[in-house]
Protein backbone atom coordinates (compact mmCIF):
# COMPACT_ATOMS: atom_id res chain seq x y z
CA UNK A 1 0.00 0.00 0.00
CA UNK A 2 1.14 3.67 -0.71
CA UNK A 3 1.05 6.69 1.52
CA UNK A 4 -0.15 9.69 -0.24
CA UNK A 5 1.84 13.16 0.08
CA UNK A 6 0.98 16.77 -0.31
CA UNK A 7 3.50 17.66 -3.98
CA UNK A 8 2.06 21.33 -4.81
CA UNK A 9 0.05 23.93 -2.94
CA UNK A 10 -0.97 27.20 -3.98
CA UNK A 11 -3.89 29.84 -3.21
CA UNK A 12 -5.65 33.11 -4.66
CA UNK A 13 -7.62 35.77 -2.84
CA UNK A 14 -9.34 38.59 -4.32
CA UNK A 15 -7.71 41.78 -4.75
CA UNK A 16 -10.32 43.61 -3.45
CA UNK A 17 -9.52 44.36 0.63
CA UNK A 18 -12.71 44.85 3.10
CA UNK A 19 -11.29 46.40 6.27
CA UNK A 20 -13.20 46.10 9.35
CA UNK A 21 -13.79 49.92 9.15
CA UNK A 22 -15.32 49.42 5.64
CA UNK A 23 -17.85 47.18 7.62
CA UNK A 24 -19.15 49.86 9.87
CA UNK A 25 -19.78 52.10 7.24
CA UNK A 26 -22.87 49.19 5.92
CA UNK A 27 -23.43 48.07 9.52
CA UNK A 28 -23.75 48.92 13.30
CA UNK A 29 -20.21 47.86 13.92
CA UNK A 30 -16.79 48.92 14.92
CA UNK A 31 -12.95 47.00 14.55
CA UNK A 32 -12.54 47.25 18.22
CA UNK A 33 -16.19 44.89 18.23
CA UNK A 34 -14.90 42.77 15.73
CA UNK A 35 -11.20 42.10 16.27
CA UNK A 36 -12.30 41.42 19.66
CA UNK A 37 -14.99 38.65 19.16
CA UNK A 38 -13.10 37.18 16.24
CA UNK A 39 -9.39 38.57 15.90
CA UNK A 40 -10.20 39.58 12.48
CA UNK A 41 -9.09 43.04 11.01
CA UNK A 42 -9.72 42.35 7.23
CA UNK A 43 -11.13 39.96 4.63
CA UNK A 44 -11.55 39.45 0.47
CA UNK A 45 -14.52 39.96 -1.02
CA UNK A 46 -14.74 39.84 -4.77
CA UNK A 47 -16.35 42.56 -6.67
CA UNK A 48 -18.88 42.57 -9.50
CA UNK A 49 -17.98 42.11 -12.77
CA UNK A 50 -14.05 40.76 -11.44
CA UNK A 51 -14.50 37.57 -13.11
CA UNK A 52 -13.91 35.76 -9.93
CA UNK A 53 -16.85 32.89 -8.67
CA UNK A 54 -15.77 29.67 -6.92
CA UNK A 55 -14.99 28.02 -9.57
CA UNK A 56 -12.17 30.40 -11.34
CA UNK A 57 -10.86 31.33 -8.06
CA UNK A 58 -10.41 27.43 -7.34
CA UNK A 59 -9.10 27.13 -10.90
CA UNK A 60 -6.33 30.39 -10.11
CA UNK A 61 -5.18 28.34 -7.12
CA UNK A 62 -5.04 24.79 -8.49
CA UNK A 63 -2.81 26.23 -11.52
CA UNK A 64 -0.11 27.19 -9.23
CA UNK A 65 -0.33 24.30 -7.38
CA UNK A 66 -0.09 21.98 -10.58
CA UNK A 67 2.69 23.87 -11.48
CA UNK A 68 4.65 23.42 -8.14
CA UNK A 69 3.92 19.88 -8.32
CA UNK A 70 6.06 19.65 -11.54
CA UNK A 71 3.24 18.22 -13.13
CA UNK A 72 1.31 18.48 -16.08
CA UNK A 73 -2.77 18.89 -16.53
CA UNK A 74 -2.73 15.44 -18.00
CA UNK A 75 -0.86 13.70 -14.95
CA UNK A 76 -4.06 15.00 -12.82
CA UNK A 77 -5.90 11.58 -12.37
CA UNK A 78 -9.43 12.83 -10.19
CA UNK A 79 -10.33 16.19 -8.83
CA UNK A 80 -11.93 16.70 -5.59
CA UNK A 81 -13.50 20.16 -5.03
CA UNK A 82 -14.96 21.12 -1.35
CA UNK A 83 -17.34 24.43 -1.07
CA UNK A 84 -20.38 24.97 0.89
CA UNK A 85 -20.92 28.30 -2.31
CA UNK A 86 -21.13 26.92 -5.65
CA UNK A 87 -21.62 28.51 -8.75
CA UNK A 88 -24.68 26.92 -9.59
CA UNK A 89 -27.03 24.78 -6.80
CA UNK A 90 -26.08 21.69 -9.60
CA UNK A 91 -23.99 21.04 -11.30
CA UNK A 92 -20.94 20.71 -8.80
CA UNK A 93 -17.72 23.05 -9.53
CA UNK A 94 -15.51 20.01 -10.03
CA UNK A 95 -16.64 19.45 -13.67
CA UNK A 96 -16.25 22.84 -14.16
CA UNK A 97 -12.78 22.78 -12.80
CA UNK A 98 -12.28 20.10 -15.15
CA UNK A 99 -13.25 22.01 -18.13
CA UNK A 100 -11.60 25.27 -17.36
CA UNK A 101 -8.37 23.41 -16.81
CA UNK A 102 -8.90 21.45 -20.08
CA UNK A 103 -8.14 17.86 -18.11
CA UNK A 104 -8.74 14.22 -19.54
CA UNK A 105 -11.83 13.14 -19.08
CA UNK A 106 -10.93 12.28 -15.27
CA UNK A 107 -13.71 11.67 -12.25
CA UNK A 108 -14.79 15.00 -10.52
CA UNK A 109 -16.18 14.48 -6.79
CA UNK A 110 -18.00 17.63 -5.00
CA UNK A 111 -17.61 17.79 -0.93
CA UNK A 112 -20.39 19.40 0.82
CA UNK A 113 -18.83 19.27 4.26
CA UNK A 114 -18.23 22.90 4.78
CA UNK A 115 -15.09 24.21 7.49
CA UNK A 116 -14.33 20.94 7.50
CA UNK A 117 -14.68 20.50 3.67
CA UNK A 118 -10.45 20.48 2.75
CA UNK A 119 -10.02 17.80 4.98
CA UNK A 120 -12.35 15.50 3.75
CA UNK A 121 -11.03 16.04 0.57
CA UNK A 122 -7.76 15.32 1.56
CA UNK A 123 -8.80 12.18 3.35
CA UNK A 124 -10.74 10.84 0.43
CA UNK A 125 -7.72 11.72 -1.78
CA UNK A 126 -5.46 9.82 0.77
CA UNK A 127 -7.55 6.82 0.18
CA UNK A 128 -7.69 6.85 -3.39
CA UNK A 129 -4.17 7.21 -3.77
CA UNK A 130 -2.84 4.19 -0.87
CA UNK A 131 -5.34 1.54 -2.27
CA UNK A 132 -3.70 2.61 -5.92
CA UNK A 133 -6.55 3.93 -7.98
CA UNK A 134 -5.20 7.00 -8.96
CA UNK A 135 -1.82 8.48 -8.42
CA UNK A 136 -2.22 12.16 -8.52
CA UNK A 137 -5.15 13.95 -7.27
CA UNK A 138 -6.18 17.37 -7.69
CA UNK A 139 -8.05 18.57 -4.45
CA UNK A 140 -9.25 22.67 -4.20
CA UNK A 141 -11.26 24.42 -1.13
CA UNK A 142 -12.76 27.50 -2.62
CA UNK A 143 -15.43 29.70 -1.02
CA UNK A 144 -17.43 32.72 -2.34
CA UNK A 145 -19.10 33.91 0.75
CA UNK A 146 -19.13 37.43 0.20
CA UNK A 147 -22.55 37.45 -2.45
CA UNK A 148 -25.01 35.59 -0.05
CA UNK A 149 -23.69 37.94 3.28
CA UNK A 150 -26.69 39.98 5.11
CA UNK A 151 -25.01 43.23 4.86
CA UNK A 152 -27.11 45.01 7.09
CA UNK A 153 -26.89 45.25 11.21
CA UNK A 154 -29.22 42.49 11.71
CA UNK A 155 -26.61 40.17 10.05
CA UNK A 156 -23.62 40.96 11.65
CA UNK A 157 -23.24 38.47 14.15
CA UNK A 158 -21.78 35.99 10.95
CA UNK A 159 -21.65 39.13 8.07
CA UNK A 160 -17.91 40.33 9.66
CA UNK A 161 -16.65 37.22 9.88
CA UNK A 162 -16.57 35.73 6.43
CA UNK A 163 -14.36 36.15 3.31
CA UNK A 164 -13.93 34.69 -0.36
CA UNK A 165 -10.79 32.71 -1.18
CA UNK A 166 -9.48 29.54 -3.34
CA UNK A 167 -6.57 26.94 -1.83
CA UNK A 168 -5.16 24.05 -3.71
CA UNK A 169 -3.56 20.91 -3.52
CA UNK A 170 -1.99 17.85 -5.75
CA UNK A 171 -1.70 14.87 -3.86
CA UNK A 172 0.79 12.34 -4.99
CA UNK A 173 2.10 8.91 -4.74
CA UNK A 174 4.41 8.76 -1.97
CA UNK A 175 6.91 5.10 -1.91
CA UNK A 176 8.08 5.76 1.26
CA UNK A 177 5.66 5.10 3.81
CA UNK A 178 7.30 6.97 6.37
CA UNK A 179 6.53 10.33 4.89
CA UNK A 180 3.12 12.41 3.65
CA UNK A 181 0.05 11.58 4.94
CA UNK A 182 0.15 9.53 8.02
CA UNK A 183 -3.45 9.13 8.93
CA UNK A 184 -6.79 11.45 8.93
CA UNK A 185 -9.73 11.33 11.12
CA UNK A 186 -13.15 11.94 10.61
CA UNK A 187 -16.70 12.98 12.62
CA UNK A 188 -19.83 14.19 12.30
CA UNK A 189 -22.86 14.87 14.95
CA UNK A 190 -26.05 15.97 12.57
CA UNK A 191 -28.18 16.65 15.27
CA UNK A 192 -26.50 20.01 15.84
CA UNK A 193 -26.76 20.17 12.07
CA UNK A 194 -29.52 23.72 12.12
CA UNK A 195 -26.91 25.53 14.73
CA UNK A 196 -24.48 26.88 11.95
CA UNK A 197 -26.72 26.67 8.57
CA UNK A 198 -28.24 28.17 5.33
CA UNK A 199 -31.38 26.56 5.57
CA UNK A 200 -33.29 27.92 2.36
CA UNK A 201 -33.28 27.07 -0.53
CA UNK A 202 -33.45 23.17 -0.07
CA UNK A 203 -35.84 21.04 -0.87
CA UNK A 204 -36.99 20.19 2.92
CA UNK A 205 -37.92 23.58 4.05
CA UNK A 206 -38.34 26.27 1.57
CA UNK A 207 -37.40 26.04 -2.34
CA UNK A 208 -37.19 28.44 -4.40
CA UNK A 209 -41.11 29.23 -5.36
CA UNK A 210 -41.41 29.21 -1.46
CA UNK A 211 -39.30 32.64 -1.48
CA UNK A 212 -40.47 33.62 -4.60
CA UNK A 213 -44.24 33.36 -3.95
CA UNK A 214 -43.92 34.74 -0.36
CA UNK A 215 -41.37 37.74 -1.20
CA UNK A 216 -40.87 38.16 2.24
CA UNK A 217 -38.15 40.85 3.14
CA UNK A 218 -37.85 39.80 6.44
CA UNK A 219 -37.06 36.59 5.58
CA UNK A 220 -33.91 35.43 6.62
CA UNK A 221 -34.04 31.89 6.18
CA UNK A 222 -31.73 31.90 2.65
CA UNK A 223 -28.85 33.54 4.83
CA UNK A 224 -26.37 32.03 7.00
CA UNK A 225 -27.49 31.39 10.63
CA UNK A 226 -24.94 30.96 13.00
CA UNK A 227 -25.64 29.91 17.41
CA UNK A 228 -21.78 31.57 17.88
CA UNK A 229 -21.71 30.55 21.37
CA UNK A 230 -22.39 27.10 20.91
CA UNK A 231 -20.70 26.26 17.90
CA UNK A 232 -17.01 27.79 20.07
CA UNK A 233 -17.97 25.12 23.11
CA UNK A 234 -18.24 22.57 20.45
CA UNK A 235 -15.35 23.74 18.37
CA UNK A 236 -13.04 23.77 21.33
CA UNK A 237 -13.71 20.36 22.54
CA UNK A 238 -13.68 18.68 19.17
CA UNK A 239 -10.82 20.46 17.82
CA UNK A 240 -8.78 18.96 20.98
CA UNK A 241 -10.04 15.34 20.87
CA UNK A 242 -9.33 14.90 16.79
CA UNK A 243 -5.94 16.41 17.35
CA UNK A 244 -5.12 13.87 20.03
CA UNK A 245 -7.58 11.16 18.06
CA UNK A 246 -4.50 11.76 15.50
CA UNK A 247 -1.50 11.73 17.42
CA UNK A 248 -2.23 8.68 19.54
CA UNK A 249 -3.12 6.93 16.25
CA UNK A 250 0.41 7.11 15.38
CA UNK A 251 1.98 7.05 18.81
CA UNK A 252 3.16 10.53 18.84
CA UNK A 253 2.38 13.30 21.43
CA UNK A 254 2.06 17.33 21.44
CA UNK A 255 5.70 17.80 21.72
CA UNK A 256 6.20 15.94 18.21
CA UNK A 257 4.35 19.14 16.69
CA UNK A 258 6.17 20.76 14.71
CA UNK A 259 3.16 22.61 12.91
CA UNK A 260 -0.53 22.92 13.60
CA UNK A 261 -3.09 24.54 11.39
CA UNK A 262 -6.55 25.11 12.24
CA UNK A 263 -9.54 25.57 10.30
CA UNK A 264 -9.40 30.04 10.60
CA UNK A 265 -12.95 29.99 12.26
CA UNK A 266 -11.99 32.10 14.78
CA UNK A 267 -8.72 33.26 16.56
CA UNK A 268 -10.08 32.89 19.88
CA UNK A 269 -10.62 29.02 18.75
CA UNK A 270 -7.20 28.98 17.59
CA UNK A 271 -5.61 31.07 20.71
CA UNK A 272 -7.53 28.59 23.05
CA UNK A 273 -6.20 24.97 21.19
CA UNK A 274 -2.98 26.55 21.20
CA UNK A 275 -2.65 27.35 25.12
CA UNK A 276 -4.29 23.97 25.64
CA UNK A 277 -1.56 22.22 24.15
CA UNK A 278 0.94 24.72 25.45
CA UNK A 279 2.32 25.43 21.64
CA UNK A 280 4.43 27.99 20.81
CA UNK A 281 3.42 30.80 18.36
CA UNK A 282 5.97 29.37 15.93
CA UNK A 283 4.01 25.97 16.23
CA UNK A 284 0.49 27.58 14.93
CA UNK A 285 -0.13 28.96 11.92
CA UNK A 286 -2.98 32.06 12.02
CA UNK A 287 -3.88 33.98 9.42
CA UNK A 288 -8.00 34.87 9.38
CA UNK A 289 -6.46 38.54 10.86
CA UNK A 290 -6.31 39.29 6.64
CA UNK A 291 -8.56 36.87 5.27
CA UNK A 292 -11.35 36.22 7.78
CA UNK A 293 -13.19 32.91 8.06
CA UNK A 294 -12.49 31.08 4.39
CA UNK A 295 -14.66 27.98 5.47
CA UNK A 296 -13.36 24.94 2.64
CA UNK A 297 -10.33 27.33 1.93
CA UNK A 298 -9.01 28.20 5.06
CA UNK A 299 -6.66 25.62 5.54
CA UNK A 300 -5.41 25.12 2.40
CA UNK A 301 -4.64 28.81 1.85
CA UNK A 302 -3.10 29.01 5.84
CA UNK A 303 -0.99 25.74 4.55
CA UNK A 304 0.21 27.37 1.27
CA UNK A 305 1.57 30.48 3.19
CA UNK A 306 3.01 28.61 5.73
CA UNK A 307 4.91 26.67 3.27
CA UNK A 308 5.75 29.50 1.34
CA UNK A 309 7.32 31.38 4.31
CA UNK A 310 9.38 28.42 4.86
CA UNK A 311 7.52 27.41 8.39
CA UNK A 312 7.10 23.98 6.76
CA UNK A 313 10.65 22.01 5.88
CA UNK A 314 11.14 18.41 4.80
CA UNK A 315 10.57 15.89 7.84
CA UNK A 316 7.88 18.32 9.72
CA UNK A 317 5.00 16.47 11.49
CA UNK A 318 1.96 18.93 10.34
CA UNK A 319 -1.29 18.21 11.80
CA UNK A 320 -4.29 20.22 10.09
CA UNK A 321 -7.85 20.60 11.63
CA UNK A 322 -11.17 21.64 11.35
CA UNK A 323 -14.57 21.83 13.07
CA UNK A 324 -17.71 23.63 11.22
CA UNK A 325 -21.15 23.18 9.98
CA UNK A 326 -22.69 20.03 10.03
CA UNK A 327 -21.81 19.82 12.82
CA UNK A 328 -18.34 18.21 11.40
CA UNK A 329 -14.74 17.75 11.90
CA UNK A 330 -11.92 16.04 11.59
CA UNK A 331 -7.91 16.05 11.65
CA UNK A 332 -4.85 15.00 9.13
CA UNK A 333 -1.62 14.26 10.50
CA UNK A 334 1.42 14.79 7.85
CA UNK A 335 4.91 13.73 7.92
CA UNK A 336 6.26 16.47 5.55
Known amino acids: ?185 LHSEGQHAEELAVIAPGMGKRWVTDILKDNDPNDESFFPYMNGQFVFKNAVVRFSEVINEGLQANNLSVSDINMLIPHQANLRISQFIQQKFKLADEQVYNNIQKYGNTTAASIPIALTEAWEQGKIKSGDLVVLAAFGSGFTWGSVIIRW
Open 1 to 185: MYHSKIAGLGFYVPENVVTNDDLSKLIETNDEWIQERTGIKERRHVQKGDGNTTTTMGVKAAKIAIERSGLSNDDIDFVVFATLSPDYYFPGPGVLVQKELGLRTVGALDIRNQCSGFVYALSIADQYIKTGMYKNILIIGSELHSYGLDMTTRGRGVSVIFGDGAGAAVISREEDTTKGILSTH
